[in-house]
């Protein structure tokens, strides 16, 4: 894997863990609540705040699992590109059932860091 791939994956990581972290620790924030456009109210609403901590949750496991391909992994390319691809299929999935911009946000950087592996 090029050193641009490497770090483009490290990027897409980062963001993931970003995205865990909007979900698990600041939950109920007003940060939280204008990127998902949902009430403050609601992100405190016990049901909703434990189904985004979970969500997050998976987010970081996604971010550790591209470091994982990244750094550790003997099928680096392998395990780095099955997870963005899995990226890239969830990011359209969103973007039909919540929100057009989600392929942008998440499955822009994946498809990028995707193409990035294959020259």
Do not use: C, H
């Not at 998902?36 to 189904?51: M, T």
């Not at 392998?78 to 392929?103: D, H, N, P, Q």
């Amino acid at each position: 894997m090029t050193i641009w791939s490497i770090i483009l994956t490290v990027v897409v990581a980062i963001e993931f863990f970003y995205i865990m972290y909007i979900q698990t620790i600041i939950t109920t924030s007003s940060k939280t609540s204008r990127i998902f456009n949902i009430d403050q109210k609601e992100l405190s609403q016990k049901s909703l705040n434990v189904l985004l901590k979970n969500q997050g949750v998976y987010n970081g496991l996604i971010g550790f699992g591209l470091l994982y391909g990244v750094f550790l992994s003997p099928n680096s390319l392998e395990v780095t590109r099955l997870l963005l691809v899995y990226i890239i299929i969830v990011a359209l999935y969103g973007s039909v059932t919540s929100s057009k911009k989600i392929i942008f946000i998440q499955g822009g950087p994946a498809l990028v860091t995707l193409i990035s592996t294959l020259f």
